[in-house]
Protein backbone atom coordinates (compact mmCIF):
# COMPACT_ATOMS: atom_id res chain seq x y z
CA UNK A 1 0.00 0.00 0.00
CA UNK A 2 1.66 3.20 -1.07
CA UNK A 3 1.57 5.97 1.44
CA UNK A 4 -1.16 8.29 0.45
CA UNK A 5 -3.53 5.11 0.70
CA UNK A 6 -1.87 4.40 3.81
CA UNK A 7 -3.10 7.87 5.17
CA UNK A 8 -6.23 7.68 3.49
CA UNK A 9 -7.60 4.26 5.89
CA UNK A 10 -5.71 5.73 9.12
CA UNK A 11 -8.02 9.46 8.37
CA UNK A 12 -11.30 6.71 7.49
CA UNK A 13 -10.23 5.14 10.89
CA UNK A 14 -10.03 8.95 12.78
CA UNK A 15 -13.88 9.83 10.96
CA UNK A 16 -12.03 12.38 8.95
CA UNK A 17 -14.72 13.29 5.87
CA UNK A 18 -12.62 12.22 2.71
CA UNK A 19 -13.58 11.89 -0.56
CA UNK A 20 -15.55 8.24 -1.44
CA UNK A 21 -12.66 5.90 -3.54
CA UNK A 22 -14.75 5.71 -6.38
CA UNK A 23 -15.06 9.87 -6.61
CA UNK A 24 -11.73 10.36 -6.38
CA UNK A 25 -10.45 8.18 -8.81
CA UNK A 26 -12.61 9.84 -11.26
CA UNK A 27 -11.63 13.08 -10.56
CA UNK A 28 -8.23 11.79 -10.86
CA UNK A 29 -8.72 10.09 -14.61
CA UNK A 30 -10.46 13.60 -15.76
CA UNK A 31 -7.10 15.25 -14.75
CA UNK A 32 -5.04 12.92 -16.15
CA UNK A 33 -7.06 12.94 -19.13
CA UNK A 34 -6.89 16.86 -19.24
CA UNK A 35 -3.00 18.07 -19.94
CA UNK A 36 -4.56 21.51 -19.32
CA UNK A 37 -5.10 21.29 -15.56
CA UNK A 38 -2.51 22.90 -13.87
CA UNK A 39 -3.64 25.22 -11.52
CA UNK A 40 -6.18 24.18 -9.23
CA UNK A 41 -8.28 25.33 -6.10
CA UNK A 42 -9.75 23.12 -3.62
CA UNK A 43 -12.44 24.14 -1.32
CA UNK A 44 -12.26 21.91 1.44
CA UNK A 45 -8.74 20.05 2.61
CA UNK A 46 -9.29 17.76 5.21
CA UNK A 47 -6.33 16.79 5.81
CA UNK A 48 -5.06 17.04 2.26
CA UNK A 49 -5.40 13.75 1.09
CA UNK A 50 -7.44 14.60 -2.20
CA UNK A 51 -4.84 17.95 -2.87
CA UNK A 52 -1.93 15.05 -2.45
CA UNK A 53 -3.37 13.07 -4.62
CA UNK A 54 -4.35 15.71 -7.40
CA UNK A 55 -1.02 17.14 -7.30
CA UNK A 56 0.70 13.14 -7.76
CA UNK A 57 -1.44 13.16 -11.01
CA UNK A 58 1.47 15.51 -13.04
CA UNK A 59 4.36 17.45 -11.60
CA UNK A 60 3.36 20.84 -13.26
CA UNK A 61 0.11 20.93 -11.11
CA UNK A 62 -0.29 23.39 -8.07
CA UNK A 63 -3.02 23.41 -5.89
CA UNK A 64 -4.40 25.91 -3.56
CA UNK A 65 -6.68 24.44 -1.19
CA UNK A 66 -8.29 25.74 2.11
CA UNK A 67 -9.90 25.34 5.22
CA UNK A 68 -11.39 26.41 7.83
CA UNK A 69 -10.85 23.80 10.76
CA UNK A 70 -7.18 24.71 12.72
CA UNK A 71 -6.92 21.31 13.47
CA UNK A 72 -7.16 20.00 9.92
CA UNK A 73 -5.17 22.87 8.72
CA UNK A 74 -2.48 21.67 10.70
CA UNK A 75 -2.77 18.33 9.86
CA UNK A 76 -2.73 19.01 6.49
CA UNK A 77 0.59 21.21 6.81
CA UNK A 78 1.93 18.36 8.03
CA UNK A 79 0.89 15.48 5.63
CA UNK A 80 1.97 18.22 2.57
CA UNK A 81 5.41 18.33 3.89
CA UNK A 82 6.04 14.85 4.43
CA UNK A 83 4.74 14.27 0.93
CA UNK A 84 7.82 16.56 -0.16
CA UNK A 85 4.60 18.51 -1.93
CA UNK A 86 4.59 22.24 -0.21
CA UNK A 87 5.96 23.61 -2.88
CA UNK A 88 3.51 22.97 -5.22
CA UNK A 89 0.80 22.66 -2.43
CA UNK A 90 -0.19 25.48 -0.70
CA UNK A 91 -2.80 25.22 1.77
CA UNK A 92 -4.75 28.49 3.57
CA UNK A 93 -6.40 28.34 6.69
CA UNK A 94 -9.41 30.19 5.62
CA UNK A 95 -13.57 29.96 5.16
CA UNK A 96 -13.18 29.74 1.73
CA UNK A 97 -16.01 32.30 1.24
CA UNK A 98 -13.27 34.97 2.22
CA UNK A 99 -10.44 33.87 0.23
CA UNK A 100 -9.78 36.25 -2.84
CA UNK A 101 -7.15 36.31 -4.89
CA UNK A 102 -6.48 37.55 -8.88
CA UNK A 103 -5.39 34.22 -9.63
CA UNK A 104 -7.32 32.49 -12.32
CA UNK A 105 -7.81 28.36 -12.30
CA UNK A 106 -8.25 25.62 -14.66
CA UNK A 107 -10.43 23.03 -12.21
CA UNK A 108 -11.81 23.97 -9.05
CA UNK A 109 -12.83 21.32 -6.60
CA UNK A 110 -15.58 22.11 -4.32
CA UNK A 111 -15.80 19.65 -1.45
CA UNK A 112 -16.40 22.41 1.96
CA UNK A 113 -19.55 23.47 3.30
CA UNK A 114 -22.39 21.44 1.24
CA UNK A 115 -24.87 24.26 1.76
CA UNK A 116 -22.42 26.87 0.48
CA UNK A 117 -21.87 25.55 -3.29
CA UNK A 118 -23.84 28.35 -4.54
CA UNK A 119 -21.89 30.81 -3.19
CA UNK A 120 -18.82 29.46 -3.44
CA UNK A 121 -19.32 28.61 -7.35
CA UNK A 122 -20.56 32.88 -7.75
CA UNK A 123 -17.54 33.79 -5.49
CA UNK A 124 -15.03 32.30 -7.20
CA UNK A 125 -16.59 32.89 -10.72
CA UNK A 126 -14.17 35.74 -11.14
CA UNK A 127 -11.26 33.41 -10.89
CA UNK A 128 -12.38 31.63 -13.93
CA UNK A 129 -12.47 31.55 -17.72
CA UNK A 130 -14.48 29.86 -20.27
CA UNK A 131 -12.95 26.12 -20.49
CA UNK A 132 -12.36 26.24 -16.37
CA UNK A 133 -14.24 23.29 -14.66
CA UNK A 134 -15.81 23.46 -11.42
CA UNK A 135 -16.18 19.69 -9.53
CA UNK A 136 -18.67 19.49 -7.20
CA UNK A 137 -18.78 16.27 -4.61
CA UNK A 138 -21.36 14.91 -2.19
CA UNK A 139 -24.41 16.13 -4.51
CA UNK A 140 -26.40 12.98 -3.63
CA UNK A 141 -25.22 13.65 0.34
CA UNK A 142 -25.60 10.00 0.90
CA UNK A 143 -28.90 9.36 -0.73
CA UNK A 144 -30.66 11.67 1.18
CA UNK A 145 -31.01 14.51 -1.47
CA UNK A 146 -33.24 12.17 -3.42
CA UNK A 147 -34.55 10.36 -0.42
CA UNK A 148 -35.43 12.73 2.40
CA UNK A 149 -37.15 9.82 4.29
CA UNK A 150 -33.65 8.36 4.71
CA UNK A 151 -33.15 11.14 7.50
CA UNK A 152 -34.94 12.66 10.60
CA UNK A 153 -32.06 14.94 11.08
CA UNK A 154 -33.14 19.03 10.73
CA UNK A 155 -30.46 20.34 9.39
CA UNK A 156 -29.22 17.70 7.06
CA UNK A 157 -32.76 17.43 5.87
CA UNK A 158 -32.26 21.85 5.01
CA UNK A 159 -28.53 21.03 3.87
CA UNK A 160 -29.90 18.44 1.39
CA UNK A 161 -32.86 20.52 0.32
CA UNK A 162 -30.52 23.34 -0.60
CA UNK A 163 -27.86 20.91 -2.60
CA UNK A 164 -31.07 19.66 -4.21
CA UNK A 165 -32.01 23.01 -5.34
CA UNK A 166 -28.32 24.09 -6.00
CA UNK A 167 -28.01 20.37 -8.47
CA UNK A 168 -31.08 21.35 -10.41
CA UNK A 169 -30.06 25.18 -10.97
CA UNK A 170 -26.77 24.09 -12.40
CA UNK A 171 -27.84 22.06 -14.65
CA UNK A 172 -30.61 24.52 -16.59
CA UNK A 173 -27.72 27.14 -16.08
CA UNK A 174 -26.31 28.45 -19.58
CA UNK A 175 -23.21 29.50 -18.58
CA UNK A 176 -22.07 25.62 -18.08
CA UNK A 177 -21.75 22.56 -19.62
CA UNK A 178 -23.17 19.70 -16.95
CA UNK A 179 -22.31 15.99 -16.36
CA UNK A 180 -23.62 14.57 -13.69
CA UNK A 181 -22.47 11.31 -12.12
CA UNK A 182 -25.21 10.36 -9.83
CA UNK A 183 -23.33 6.91 -9.76
CA UNK A 184 -19.96 8.21 -9.00
CA UNK A 185 -18.66 7.86 -5.37
CA UNK A 186 -21.59 10.53 -2.93
CA UNK A 187 -22.91 12.15 -6.41
CA UNK A 188 -20.13 14.10 -9.07
CA UNK A 189 -21.10 16.78 -11.14
CA UNK A 190 -18.48 18.47 -13.44
CA UNK A 191 -19.80 22.13 -15.05
CA UNK A 192 -17.46 23.50 -17.44
CA UNK A 193 -17.58 26.84 -18.25
CA UNK A 194 -18.83 28.04 -21.44
CA UNK A 195 -19.46 31.46 -21.51
C1 LIG B 1 -15.33 16.52 2.88
S1 LIG B 1 -14.05 17.33 3.72
C2 LIG B 1 -12.82 17.55 2.49
C3 LIG B 1 -12.21 16.26 2.07
C4 LIG B 1 -11.01 16.41 1.16
N1 LIG B 1 -11.34 17.22 0.00
C5 LIG B 1 -10.56 15.03 0.71
O1 LIG B 1 -11.27 14.39 -0.10
O2 LIG B 1 -9.50 14.59 1.18
C6 LIG B 1 -14.66 18.95 3.90
C7 LIG B 1 -13.72 19.90 4.62
O3 LIG B 1 -14.19 21.22 4.39
C8 LIG B 1 -13.92 21.98 5.52
N2 LIG B 1 -14.81 23.15 5.49
C9 LIG B 1 -16.11 23.22 5.89
N3 LIG B 1 -16.58 24.46 5.71
C10 LIG B 1 -15.57 25.18 5.16
C11 LIG B 1 -15.43 26.53 4.76
N4 LIG B 1 -16.45 27.37 4.86
N5 LIG B 1 -14.26 26.94 4.25
C12 LIG B 1 -13.21 26.08 4.14
N6 LIG B 1 -13.28 24.78 4.52
C13 LIG B 1 -14.43 24.34 5.02
C14 LIG B 1 -14.19 21.03 6.68
O4 LIG B 1 -13.53 21.46 7.86
C15 LIG B 1 -13.66 19.72 6.12
O5 LIG B 1 -12.32 19.51 6.52
Same mark, same amino acid.
Request: aromatic share 10%; with cysteine.
Given at each position: ?51 ? +? ?110 ? +? ?30
Amino acid at each position: MDKLEELTQEARREHVPVMMDDGMTFLLEYIRDHPGVMKILECGTAVGLSAM +KMASVRENITIDTLEVDPDMYQQAVANIQEAELSDRVFVHLTDAALFTTEKYYDLFFIDAAKSQYRMYLEHFWKNSYVGSVFVFDNLNFHGIVDHPEYSENRSTLQMTRKIK +KFRDAIQSDDRFEVAWHPEVGDGVLLAKRIR
